[in-house]
């Protein structure tokens, strides 16, 4: 007896192939084609891995190691981050190698290039001196003065111009603002970092709901339904939560063992938002104060997108353009340079102290 003729299609195949794997995959193969050609002070040039020199540990993640290097003798920071078969571990390397290679802003750490290996990626970028999360650990073991408002004002402009930067330019959300994705340098720039789970929005939304650090989550986040949608207001909660913790020395949320009771406080719409209003130890401007409470809007309809934030008085005080704030005046009679804040934090506090944790604040790292 003839059998029946199956077209190819409707074979079944002898193992169902994970197609999401395959374009991943695929885009690794892609990204090998620019493995090891390095964009160094504006000199493209096809760099060896053994010219990665390793001086120290800078940092580290859920997803590898940061270090500085001398990379023809240029002194850099390189990402290390270590593929395996998992498929959400690929796609955060991807994005995070896809992302730095696509933006050029003056508040997003530079990226000069990448290696591919079988085993793992490495990220050349801009070095930078310490992110807000160690500053926070060193200032709380030295028992230092927490960041003042002038640097708290300077960090929200920054960060608000290169996550309105992202998503105006390449509609990307960055989904995990928190102390440890901003770094500083010792000029007091202060500049983002890490987007391993960043995402591409489509018509300005986003959906994804696993991914990011719950601790700095927005209420709508940590509510909705499979497949629902939310937007960079999202990002704005995370940027006042971090804000708050940054000025204040205190997570604003009780935390203990159980963080899913953390977290129902924080999505319930009918318990208060943290406010600087109710701060008895260290006054705040009014302004200041106003600011981040509109960032800290539990409900989403009535909490401001980026172009909003970026009229209020209090951004406009940081805008260089507008006067240069930041470097010209003066608080109590002392320059509130950030670069010169930073300085002195770094020199009076000690290194050791980033190293252990701070009571009743989130570990991310
Ligand atoms: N360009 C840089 N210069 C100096 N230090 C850096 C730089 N990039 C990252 N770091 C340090 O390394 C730490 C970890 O980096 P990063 O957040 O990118 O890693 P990750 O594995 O993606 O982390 P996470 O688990 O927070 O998502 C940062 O908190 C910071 O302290």
Request: aromatic share 10%; glycine share 4%.
């Amino acid at each position: 007896m003839e059998r029946k003729f199956t077209p190819l299609s409707m074979k079944p195949s002898p193992s169902r192939r994970d197609t999401e794997k395959d374009a991943l995959e695929f885009e690794f193969l892609e990204g090998c084609k620019k493995s090891g050609v390095l964009d160094i002070d504006g000199l493209k040039q096809a760099v060896d891995p053994n010219e990665i020199h390793i001086i120290g540990l800078l940092g580290s993640g859920s997803c590898g190691v940061v270090e500085s290097a001398m990379v023809k003798s240029k002194l850099m920071a390189v990402k290390t981050m270590y593929k395996n078969d998992n498929k959400e571990n690929l796609k955060r390397i991807l994005r995070d190698v896809r992302i730095m290679s696509l933006c050029n802003s003056p508040f997003i750490v530079t990226s000069y290039g990448y290696f591919m290996f079988d085993s793992s990626v490495k990220i050349c970028m801009q070095i930078m001196s310490a992110c807000c999360e160690k500053l926070l650990r060193r200032i709380y073991h030295s028992k230092l003065e927490f960041f003042p408002e002038y640097v708290a004002g300077h960090i929200v402009y920054s960060a608000i111009s290169a996550l309105d930067y992202l998503k105006e330019r390449h509609s990307i959300i960055h989904r995990d603002i928190k102390p440890s994705n901003i770094l500083f340098d010792d000029s007091g720039n202060i500049k983002l970092c890490d987007f391993g789970i960043s995402g591409f929005m489509t018509n300005s939304m986003a959906h994804s709901k696993s991914e990011g650090c719950p601790p700095y989550m927005a209420p709508e986040r940590l509510t909705i339904e499979t497949n629902s949608k939310y937007d960079v207001r999202s990002d704005v909660w995370s940027l006042g939560i971090t804000i708050y913790q940054l000025v204040t020395g205190i997570y604003p949320f009780p935390l203990n063992d159980m963080e899913f009771t953390t977290l129902t406080i924080i999505a319930n719409l009918n318990l208060p938002s943290p406010s600087l209003k109710g701060e008895t130890t260290r006054s705040f401007s009014p302004l200041f104060i106003e600011f981040l409470d509109f960032c800290l809007r539990k409900d989403v309809r009535e909490r401001p997108e980026y172009k909003q934030l970026m009229k209020h008085d209090f951004f406009l005080d940081y805008d260089p353009s507008r006067g240069d704030f930041y470097k010209l005046k003066t608080i109590n009679g002392n320059p509130s340079h950030v670069a010169e804040w930073f300085n002195s934090v770094i020199a009076r506090s000690r290194c050791e102290d980033e190293l252990k944790p701070i009571p009743n604040t989130p570990c991310v790292n």
